[in-house]
């Protein structure tokens, strides 16, 4: 059950060029590439024939040939050629053509009713190609529901256990945090006046002193797409003028109901000349993602088993656990009206409040 009359990331825009990449998104099967003219095609990788996947045949300059009895579709999904065609079957036959934007960096798919796609739709990420920040990028795969990687991100209190290496030694409980709702945005924001620098920021933010005023912003757009960013400056100093600022981008794109691509980016705005630095802050956070948080999400998911209910399995709820719980309601609320108005509802309930 996804929402789909949304934008979700296919992969970073250097990904794709001449060769057919097949990836999974919201359990469909999508081949991507790009015309001669640079402009990127989604297509339904799935031949209507034997339903086998287009990818696995040839591109034919902006066209694709299945491999198999070498239908031939074009960018638009409608079939361009029809070997051996008699008119035994009169129909119309096609594929499903995606709307692809090229964003921030990124190809941005539009799964649902084409009508509606409008980039204007697409989250601020500007950082990640803003020359004032150096950026880091990766990507994860998580054997978990998309939510639960949402809930890791929203919920910082879990940086002092499950990250010790690299949390201030001051601690989440300390500081104050509000989470914010607008229709379908949930800010969750940490204030930390005075606070002991995380082993990360030091490296970054090139001062020997052992206190500063920080904060943590993350905001989360519907259905999964997250922007954080983490500050910090010189006691009673301008943080927006004067801070270190870390901002980062955790795009998630579900690929099946229990699995989910994360990919992610870095930035800073201080050192962003040292390539030594970089390095290491490639390597660390990747690491850490994929050691740390990665395998916590999926021991969460596999104690849920096949289920992606997470409330109905009754966890307990913690205060640092509001941003996420407000994030399911919203999206919940908008599948259901998605479904509505497609005249599709299927008994789905909006959670209730923490
Ligand atoms: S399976 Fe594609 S043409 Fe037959
Ligand atoms: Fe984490």
């Not at 009895?69 to 009169?90: I, M, V």
């Not at 798919?109 to 920040?133: C, Q």
């Not at 040292?274 to 104690?303: N, R």
Request: charged share 25%; with cysteine; net charge negative.
């Amino acid at each position: 059950m996804f929402l789909k009359n949304v934008w979700y990331v296919a992969g970073p825009a250097e990904e794709f060029g001449d060769a057919v990449i097949s990836r999974r998104i919201c359990n469909e099967l999508i081949a991507l590439y790009r015309k001669q003219n640079g402009t990127l095609v989604a297509l339904e990788d799935r031949c209507p024939h034997r339903f086998v996947p287009l990818s696995m045949g040839r591109r034919e300059v902006d066209d694709l040939r299945c491999g198999y009895h070498g239908l031939k579709f074009g960018p638009d999904g409608q079939c361009s050629e029809r070997p051996g065609g008699t008119g035994e079957n009169p129909a119309p036959i096609c594929v499903k053509s995606y709307p692809v934007a090229e964003c921030h960096g990124y190809a941005w798919l539009w799964m649902g009713d084409p009508a509606h796609a409008d980039t204007a739709l697409i989250p601020d990420f500007s950082f990640i190609t803003d020359p004032a920040f150096k950026c880091e990028a990766g990507y994860l795969h998580v054997k978990g529901h998309h939510e639960l990687v949402t809930d890791n991100l929203l919920d910082l209190s879990h940086v002092n256990y499950l990250h010790p290496q690299i949390a201030s030694t001051s601690h989440w409980a300390e500081w104050d945090n509000q989470v914010e709702v607008t229709r379908n945005t949930v800010w969750s924001r940490l204030r930390r006046p005075n606070q002991i620098p995380g082993a990360f920021q030091k490296m970054m933010w090139g001062s020997d002193s052992e206190r500063g005023d920080g904060r943590g912003d993350v905001r989360w757009d519907a259905p999964s797409v997250l922007y954080a960013n983490t500050a910090i400056t010189e006691v009673g100093a301008d943080i927006e003028t004067t801070g270190l600022h870390t901002p980062s981008a955790h795009l998630l794109t579900p690929e099946t109901d229990r699995s989910t691509h994360y990919f992610w980016v870095t930035g800073r705005n201080k050192r962003k000349d040292d390539a030594e630095l970089t390095a290491a802050l490639e390597k660390g956070v990747g690491t850490i993602f994929s050691t740390q948080d990665g395998p916590m999400v999926e021991a969460e998911q596999a104690a849920m088993g096949d289920s992606t209910d997470f409330l109905g399995h009754k966890p307990l709820i913690l205060k640092a656990d509001a941003a996420g719980i407000r994030a399911r309601r919203i999206l919940r609320r908008m599948i259901r009206e998605e479904q509505e108005a497609n005249g599709s509802a299927n008994n789905i309930t909006v959670e209730p409040a923490e």
